[in-house]
């Protein structure tokens, strides 16, 4: 049974490798070290089982602005779950554990780009996400209001770190 914890700075190499293995690019684990290098990690939570890392995911800050304000917004990415350890929950769990650790944390919404079948059983909805001016918007760009703050009547734009640029590149 993995164990989800917060990520420590020593745990770098085994998420870099992990990331690198569940990727058919390296794009992802190029992401988390220009996320880190930026300063735009919120959040990297880590699944261990008998000493190895077998999952990861991480949030980072955006620039999200709604009714002419600004959201306190993350987007949760990636998710990465080791071959041998998927279909046991870790993936659900890492998520789980996320989203709690950002309401308490006091943000407003979280996006993720994904599919609808796995993020729909934590809220996640493109109805929510819908409106908001991004370059992912679309039916697997989704939000989850994650407090009882203000509710969101005009959505603006959902602007990703700086970091995610350069994928797809």
């Given amino acids: 049974m993995a164990v989800i914890r917060a990520a420590t700075g020593g745990d770098a190499p085994a998420v870099d490798a992990l990331l690198r293995t569940c990727f058919p690019r390296d794009e992802e684990a190029r992401l988390v070290q220009h996320l880190a290098v930026d300063g735009d990690l919120v959040l990297v939570l880590v699944a261990e089982d008998a000493g190895a890392i077998t999952g990861m995911v991480a949030a980072s800050r955006m620039h999200v602005t709604a009714d002419t304000r600004e959201v306190a917004a993350v987007a949760i990415a990636p998710l990465a779950v080791a071959r041998e350890a998927r279909g046991q929950g870790v993936g659900e769990a890492l998520t789980a554990a996320a989203i709690a650790h950002l309401r308490s944390g006091g943000a407003e919404l979280a996006f993720v780009l994904g599919d609808p079948a796995f ?14 001016d991004s370059p992912y918007a679309g039916e697997h760009f989704m939000a989850l209001r994650l407090n009882d703050g203000p509710c969101i009547h005009t959505p603006g734009t959902a602007t990703h770190a700086g970091a995610f640029a350069m994928l797809g590149e």
């Fill in 119 to 132: 993020y729909d059983r934590f809220g996640f909805d493109a109805a929510v996400a819908a409106g908001f």
